[in-house]
């Protein structure tokens, strides 16, 4: 059943703070093969001008993606997440996530269509820092797959 | 100007043209390197690191996960910047799964980029096209990337 159209524009109550550590970091960047120094020396990364290391430019879905699962778990939605796969990723970053930052992240559903039989969700995160800033914005493209079409 | 603006790409602008490629690379992924992921990422669905899981749910083996695909493309464009927070706007399709055998070998992907278009003078920033392969077969569609140089 087509999910309802009367859901895009909705937001989600904002996050919890996710305190991004250092150790963090480095496990990430190392679990990718990353060995810039940017990630895990801060004096590297304070000669290209960041205040402390910083996260590699995915790192952030996890946060974003754990924030998305309200919308994909709310049951009024009535999304079939055992169907659902990750279709599209993009992120905008005002600036690089980096270590002591307490991000929130708000969800906004952005979109709602349904493209012969799969439910195609667009989930828009809004990564803030403590201070209020825009860090990234996430853009997650789910797809709930038909039972016929797969 | 902004602080946050980095100012240090090691590629400047002016010496990039349309059509100017990165240097490509290849990436090895092993089932080591999904279970380290895994880990690292928070995302331990069974279908990166079980294979009656995967196949049970209909895939030809394990499969990587579609952000390590995404975070490891990343890092030829970020290699070449030279600096990971020049990477300002990075999305991707998922378009074909990357399979992952249970052998010393593990699965390859390919990525090769160029200057798709220099965007805005002032901003110094330029678009990149990636393409992603694994066995010769397309595993990222759409994969653009926006560069702040130098």
């Known amino acids: 059943m087509a999910l309802d159209q009367a859901f895009v524009g909705r937001s989600y109550p904002p996050t919890d703070p996710y305190e991004v550590g250092r150790e963090k970091i480095r496990e990430f960047a190392e679990s990718i093969g990353e060995d810039n120094p940017v990630h895990t020396d801060r004096e590297a990364a304070r000669a290209l001008g960041y205040p402390d290391v910083i996260a590699p430019p995915t790192f952030v879905f996890a946060i974003s993606f754990s924030a998305a699962q309200d919308v994909v778990h709310d049951p009024q939605l009535g999304l079939d997440y055992d ?3 990750h279709g599209d990723q993009r992120f905008v970053h005002h600036r690089p996530v980096r270590a002591g930052d307490r991000l929130t992240v708000t969800s906004t559903i952005e979109a709602i269509k349904s493209l012969a039989g799969n439910d195609i969700l667009d989930i828009r995160g809004d990564v803030h820092d403590e201070s209020g800033e825009l860090v990234v914005t996430a853009f997650t493209k789910l797809v709930s797959r038909s039972l016929e079409g797969s | 100007m902004t602080a946050h603006t980095p100012m240090t790409a090691k590629v400047a602008y002016a010496d990039v043209e349309k059509g100017t490629e990165l240097p490509p690379r290849s990436f090895p992924l092993t089932r080591g390197a999904l279970v380290r992921y895994a880990g690292a990422s928070g995302d331990f669905n069974p ?10 749910v209909g895939l030809e083996d394990v499969i990587a996960h579609g952000m390590l695909t995404m975070a490891s493309a990343a890092r030829v464009v970020t290699d070449w910047a030279g600096d990971p927070g020049a990477l300002i706007d990075y999305g991707v399709r998922f378009t074909r799964p990357v399979v992952v055998p ?13 200057v798709a278009a ?4 002032e901003a110094r920033t330029v678009r990149v096209d990636l393409t992603a392969t694994s066995k010769g077969q397309k595993v990222l569609g759409r994969a653009q990337a926006v560069v702040r140089l130098a």
């Not at chain 2, 249970?102 to 160029?114: T, Y």
């Not at chain 2, 220099?118 to 003078?121: H, I, S, Y």
Request: glycine share 4%.
């Open chain 1, 83 to 85: 169907r659902v796969v």
């Open chain 2, 47 to 56: 279908i990166h690191w079980n294979e009656d899981f995967a196949r049970k």
């Open chain 2, 102 to 114: 249970n052998d010393e070998q593990g699965a390859l992907i390919e990525v090769s980029a160029k």
């Open chain 2, 118 to 121: 220099k965007l805005d003078d």
